[in-house]
């Protein structure tokens, strides 16, 4: 850190890995566009999207495996490419660890590590090869080949390897994809802890939900080739960007709704307060997740129970509404409403779920929001004449 520190010339820490302006086409299809990024060293990174997002480009453009289009790709606070140079991957400073591992199998565990320290003495080449076995537990295995060892052990050499010639950034192709589910969450964690122990800056590619969310100090979600969202997990999780990302990480559901009064109104009725909305009347939609919807039964209820699934310690209930629209609710394995039993829905208290205008979040009132005149919710909604004194808190 101190070298970054006085690297910068100006007190500022230099990033382990920035892109400016990056874009990457394939004939007429789009890879990436314009993507900026700017990755902290020691900072642990998931990125996550759809096939085809742009993901596994963004990945191939840092190592040198591709050629950008446009922009700068920058490692350590040095241009690694941009429209006139290109650093070739050996000399980025960039570790690799793919999906398969590629690992070199007629070559031992030590000697799959050693590789790519070469112009290190014998001596400092023996002495750094130790060093990470130890750290990754597999000392006593370093005389043994990749076929001879299981998958999780696999992924540990191919992590050794990877960190041995001191990287800048390591760069990690969804790594645990290819271990059996009981297995992949050990791995990661010790991945993890490696990578957190050497204060190794990292950038995961996954598809998992939950690893992007569990695994990085800040989750980037990508899709069709641009950055939807570049924040912490809580951020994005709970305060979606887009109505992408509010879909793409976890499940969620739409209710079309409306701000009057600074009352979030929909079809299950006065959902919260919207604090600085008061003068504001608005159409909007509400992003509902499973765990912010409440249920309890009630024999007058319009919405039924459709279907219910059960998932071990949660059951999760999909529930139709009078106008024909499914909510899902999760609740607990020891709540179970019956198929076609009528329940009233409202909101678990303290939800304050997200706004969308359009397929963006708000969270102030657009602009000509204010309104003279009545204006009627959309069909589902309820009438100006809600009680507020139901107001979830």
Known sequence: MENALAASGAGVAVPALGLAGVGKHYGTARGVADLDLSIAAGELVTLIGPSGCGKSTTLRLVAGLERPDAGTISVAGSVVADTRHFVNPERRRVGLVFQDHALFPHLTVARNVEFGLDRLPRGERRARVGELLDLVQLAHL???????????????????????????????????????????????????????????????????QTEALSVGTRV??????????????????????????????????????????????????????????????????????????ALRPAADATARVSSVEYHGAFVLHHVQLASGRTLRSW????????????????????????????????????????????????????SDDADPTEVTR
Not at 187 to 205: F, I, K, M, Q, S
Not at 250 to 259: E, H, K, N, S, T
Not at 353 to 380: E, H
């Open 220 to 293: 980037i979600v990508m899709n069709n080739g641009v950055i939807e969202q570049a924040d912490i997990p809580e951020k994005v999780f709970e305060r979606p960007a887009t109505r992408f990302v509010a879909s793409f990480m976890g499940d969620a559901d739409f209710l079309p709704a409306r701000v009057h009064r600074a009352l979030l109104t929909c079809e299950i009725g006065i959902v919260s307060t919207v604090p600085g909305w008061a003068d504001s009347d608005v159409d909007v939609d509400v992003v509902l997740r499973p765990h912010e919807v």
């Open 142 to 208: 370093r005389d043994r080949y990749p076929h001879e060892l299981s998958g999780g052990e696999q992924q540990r050499v191919a992590l050794a390897r990877a960190l041995a010639p001191r990287p800048a950034v390591v760069l990690l192709d969804e790594p645990f994809s290819s271990l059996d589910e009981s297995l992949r969450a050990q791995v990661r964690r010790d991945t993890v802890a490696t990578l957190r122990e050497t204060a190794t800056t990292g950038v995961l590619v996954t598809h998992d």
């Open 331 to 382: 609740q607990p394995h020891n709540v179970r409403y019956p198929v076609g039993a009528t329940v009233a829905v409202t909101v678990a208290p303290g939800t304050s779920p997200t706004l969308l205008v359009g397929d963006r979040a708000v969270t102030s009132p657009p602009a000509n929001s204010v309104r003279t005149g009545p204006s009627p919710m959309r069909k589902g909604g309820p």
